[in-house]
């Protein structure tokens, strides 16, 4: 895939000192974008110090519509693998509001 600079476009101006450390640095940007190299790029997302970080600047950017993290490997999880994370969060939060309003409920009954 050509035309990816590896810079955070204007329109997610964000922190992103968080970039230096991480351990895709100095390698071609293709590996994270071809769809061959999946299992090389998480090879080398796996031990990075910023993985979480790198992950979670890109579940916000998929979640602000931002389509240019909605392809390739971010924090070593593929676009599918974060939807499906994403989807797990949500299902989880859903859980907890439904517990902490069954726990409400019992506490007015009481």
Excluded at 31 to 37: E, K, P, R
Excluded at 67 to 83: A, D, Q
Aim: proline share 3%; charged share 25%.
């Amino acid at each position: 895939m050509t035309g990816y600079t590896g810079q955070t476009p204007d329109t997610l101006a964000r922190d992103t000192d968080w970039m230096d450390d991480a351990d895709c640095q100095g390698y071609d940007p293709d590996l994270w974008f071809d769809g061959i190299s999946v299992f090389e790029a998480q090879r080398v997302c796996a031990g990075c110090v910023v993985r979480l970080t790198c992950l979670e600047h890109a579940m916000e950017s998929e979640a602000s519509t931002s389509l240019y993290s909605r392809y390739g490997i971010f924090g070593g999880l593929t676009p599918g693998e974060r939807v499906a994370l994403r989807r797990a969060r949500q299902n989880a939060a859903r859980s907890a509001r439904r517990r902490a309003r069954l726990h409400q409920l019992r506490l007015e009954a009481a």
